[in-house]
């Protein structure tokens, strides 16, 4: 079992395995993914009721939780190994990034995220997504999932426009695919984005017929 100690307190360390949403008494929310890391300790005078907080997000942020709540949690949840309280220097750099940027600044978020490069890692996915329930209140992750998808329809809109004119498909790939080529043109960013809309011939150019093997860009938001 990893022992993470803090001023005051001595925090065991689990690691969830499913997924498992949590809220604090002050409103905050936050969901435990699988593999996110997570302390658990008992209240020192209330009985049957333990604090949980998330690792990166420090003692600052405490979520209650009654023992039938901690028993269930505990059963998707394994004991965390050992040396898994070393920070992953990622998700310390991009949560120091989301940290100076508005959440309805899509653009400097969708930046921030670098997905075109970082989120060909596998483990990127995970890692953003959590980063992003902690910097942010849900709402606001809501809100960044709803203009990820609104970007993508517009970009499939003028695709379908372009083939319409041409009279035949110009995308040779399932709807999957273009699913995901879509999604990772809107990571590209704003200046990429926009010129994908205007010229969507370009956005044929760059992803027909290319294999996408990271995850869809808007996993980061689920």
Excluded at 80 to 89: K, T, W
Aim: proline share 4%; net charge positive.
């Amino acid at each position: 079992m990893t022992v993470l100690k803090g001023a005051s307190y001595q925090w065991y360390l689990y690691k969830a395995k499913d997924v498992y949403l949590l809220e604090s008494a002050r409103g905050q929310q936050a969901s435990l993914i699988k593999g996110r890391l997570f302390g658990l300790r008992k209240a020192g005078s209330k009985k049957d009721v333990y604090r949980l907080i998330l690792k990166e997000l420090g003692p600052g942020t405490v979520f209650s939780l009654l023992q039938p709540a901690v028993l269930d949690l505990l059963k998707k949840s394994a004991a965390a190994p050992e040396g898994a309280a070393q920070p992953d220097p990622r998700a310390k750099k991009l949560l120091a990034r989301l940290q100076k940027i508005d959440p309805k600044d899509f653009w400097a978020v969708v930046a921030a995220l670098d997905w075109p490069k970082a989120g060909k890692d596998n483990d990127y996915a995970a890692l953003a997504k959590s980063a992003l329930r902690e910097r942010y209140r849900l709402q606001d992750v809501k809100w960044l999932a709803r203009t990820a998808a609104r970007k993508r329809r517009d970009l499939h809109k003028a695709v379908e426009k372009l083939e319409r004119q041409a009279r035949q498909q110009l995308f040779l790939g399932g709807d999957d695919s273009l699913y995901d080529a879509l999604a990772l043109a809107v990571s590209h960013g704003q200046d990429r984005y926009e010129s994908f809309l205007r010229k969507p011939e370009s956005f044929i150019k760059k992803f027909n017929g290319v294999r996408i093997d990271q995850h869809n860009f808007e996993y980061c938001f689920d």
